[in-house]
Every structure is written in C-alpha cells, then in structure tokens.
C-alpha cells in the first residue's frame, strides 16, 4: 500500500511503516547472527557511509548492538571531510559507543614515498633501485594518495608510457614522458 503500511498476511492485520521498518530490522539481525560462527566468522563492509540514511544507520545500530551476533565484524568506511560531530553517521556513532561497543578509527591518508617505491617494485617485478625514479614521479603526482597511484600506473600502461620488454624480459617506462604527464590527463583517462 502506498500510505506506509502493509498487510501481515499471517494475521491479516495492517502494520504501520515504522513497526515494519524495525521488523525488518530485527529479521536482518536474527539473519545476521545464524551465519557466522567461531571457524567461520562474517565480515561486513560498507562503504561511503557518509550518504547513508537513517534506516541504514539504524540497520547498523542494531546489529554492532546485539548480543546475540557473535563473530562478526563491521567494517564501514566514510569520507572524514565530508563528517562532522553534527554528521547524522557521527549522532550513531556516538550512540553506539555509548552502549558499550568499541569503535575503532583507522583514518587512511597518503603513503609514504618509500612504501610508493616498494609498490611499484612488486607491482613491475624490478628491484627498489630500479624502480626509484619512476615512484618519485608517481609520488610527486599523486601525493602518495593509493587510489591515484593505482590510477596513475594504469593510465601509464594504456598510453605505454610503461610497457614490457619481451627483448629485455622486464618492465621499462619512459620518465622524460611521465614527467610531462599532466595530472588532468591521467584523472580523465580512469
């Protein structure tokens, strides 16, 4: 029905949109906790929790609050720029800890030029010396952020800026090119 209530056909009696929500809510919790178990425990991750709704948060809210779930772990992710204290994710968050339940905040920033280095070793098979010059570049470029790494060597392959030597049986790059690479270019070529 459209007014937010839907007929319980067991009981034949109307259920208001709220009393289903949390039905709904509480019939997701009890399937939750029958999956996981000591020698195979559920891990749940949720990105961009930034834009969720008060239902999702709710959803959430239950389960990190129900003591009968055991062996599960949540894992949500969200923009810290885009959450402040006032943030409808933060409200839940706080309410949360509040009953007991312990958060814990990895907040994941740049990497560092060396761990960009040995990415880039393992990622062409070369040794760390070799590789040096190009995650310089690719570290000045992307600011070390992982995702425009990522991005940034793709990007290379497909325009061969990086390719792979059958004659030299490795991976080679051209660093005079890499170096004039805009970063325009590499953001609209993913």
């Known amino acids: 029905m459209d007014d937010g209530t839907e007929v319980d056909r067991s009981e034949g009696r109307k259920i208001a949109g709220n009393s289903l929500d949390q039905r709904l809510k509480y019939m997701f ?15 749940l991750v949720l ?5 969720a709704d008060e239902t999702t ?8 609050t129900d003591p009968e779930i055991h062996h ?27 009953q007991g339940i312990n958060i814990m905040t990895i907040k994941v920033g740049a990497i560092e030029k060396e761990s960009t ?6 990622v062409m098979c070369l040794p760390p010396n070799l590789c040096r010059p190009l995650s310089n570049v690719v570290h000045r470029k992307t600011g070390g952020i992982i995702m ?23 991976w080679m790059f051209d660093l005079q090119k890499i170096e004039l690479k805009e970063m325009s ?6």
């Open 29 to 43: 919790c009890k399937l939750i906790s029958a999956i996981p178990c000591r020698s195979q425990p559920l891990v």
């Open 47 to 51: 990105d961009d929790l930034q834009w």
């Open 57 to 64: 948060l709710g959803v959430i809210r239950m389960l990190m």
């Open 72 to 98: 599960f772990l949540l894992l949500g992710c969200y923009r810290e720029n885009e959450v402040n204290e006032s943030h409808i994710l933060s409200t839940n968050l706080n309410v949360i800890r509040e």
């Open 117 to 122: 280095n040995a990415l880039i070793s393992d």
């Open 148 to 170: 425009f790494v990522l991005r940034l060597l793709a990007s290379l392959n497909d325009e061969e800026l990086i390719w792979y030597s059958i004659k030299s049986r490795r």
């Open 185 to 190: 270019k590499m953001s609209s070529s993913t």
